[in-house]
């Protein structure tokens, strides 16, 4: 994408979200149902209201507000043209987003002095959303070739916000190679007292004339077995929980964000380390009883 292009997108850009615009309030002349709609001029801008703030003021499309900057002056009266759900933001969780989104040129007539310098304007950030797949930091580093003095880079990087949430991903790494290694071991011993319950049956398999590694071959497709419904069993739980988990704190909080979310990627790990595991311990603790001689597993 070159700078021209890249210009040209932004100047096509005729919705932003408006931070500095607080001071929302249906407008006393307002009509309150869409069936109003057709008494509201023509001419009244139109703007987009977060859901948060709709059902706090009783808002409706076709609804009149008046909407200012946070010291109150230049209100301005905005036809509601639709009601948007705000994107879901971690840090500003259990926060009710009470929002508007507005036209550029009605941002600049609200926000700029009356003084102002027309072409003056800057702004701190813009957040740019690529189509599906494309690679987000191809694209910055493409951004960062043309146009100096632009610093873009992913969501995913996005400086000192990000921070408290890599600490947050490492810690959740912690825990769960902390639980993996625990869950093995208690695997393991609950294996062994499992198998040592079926020493007599190996015992009289040993004494019919089956190897030692015909047994274990039998052990090794008994675990596979087990070890796949177990991971089967558990996706099924994990997907059922998430619906449940995040149904419940967006009730709580109020938000859109997924608070859990199992994604093939998820499910493969899961499943890559879930069998294996349940396999090698199976197997160890077959291997151990195996070692015994035949007569002292069959008690004879």
């Known amino acids: 994408m070159t700078a021209t292009r890249l210009a040209g997108l932004l ?25 109003a709609t057709a008494a509201t001029p023509a001419d009244i801008p139109a703007v987009l209201v977060s ?20 010291d109150g002056s230049r209100a301005r009266d905005f036809r509601v043209a639709g009601i948007y759900e705000p994107t879901p933001d971690p840090s500003r969780l259990g926060n ?6 507005l036209h550029l040129p009605d941002v600049l007539a609200l926000t700029n002095p009356p003084d102002a310098v027309r072409g003056a304007e800057s702004v701190d950030a ?4 690529l189509t599906p797949g494309a690679d987000a930091a191809a694209f910055a580093r493409d951004v960062n070739a043309r ?28 825990i769960a190679i902390v639980t993996i290694i625990a869950s093995t071991v208690f695997l393991v011993a609950l294996t062994v007292m499992l198998v040592d319950e079926r020493r007599e049956t190996v015992g009289v398999l040993r004494l019919i004339g089956l190897p030692t590694s015909r047994v274990l071959v039998q052990v090794l497709l008994e675990g596979v077995l087990v070890a796949g419904v177990g991971s089967v069993f558990g996706l099924a739980l994990s997907l059922v929980s998430e619906g449940l988990i995040n149904r419940f704190f967006q ?30 311990a199976t197997v160890v603790a077959s291997w151990l009883l195996l070692r015994r001689n035949a007569l002292r597993l069959a008690r004879r």
């Open 11 to 35: 100047a096509l850009l005729v919705i932003v979200l408006a931070p500095v615009v607080v001071v929302l309030a249906p407008s006393p002349a307002s009509a309150q149902t869409a069936t």
């Open 96 to 101: 009710a987003i009470h929002a508007v989104r």
């Open 126 to 129: 813009i957040n740019i959303r």
């Open 251 to 280: 009730w709580r909080y109020d938000t859109a964000l997924l608070f859990v979310q199992v994604t093939p990627s998820v499910a493969l790990t899961c499943v890559l380390i879930a069998i294996p595991l349940g396999v090698s």
């Open 51 to 70: 859901r948060q703030a709709a059902a706090a003021l009783d808002l409706s499309v076709g609804s009149v507000v008046q909407v200012a900057p946070p």
């Open 147 to 174: 146009l100096p003095g632009v610093a873009a880079r992913p969501a995913t990087d996005a400086g000192a916000a990000a921070g408290p949430f890599r600490v947050l991903e490492r810690f959740h790494l912690a």
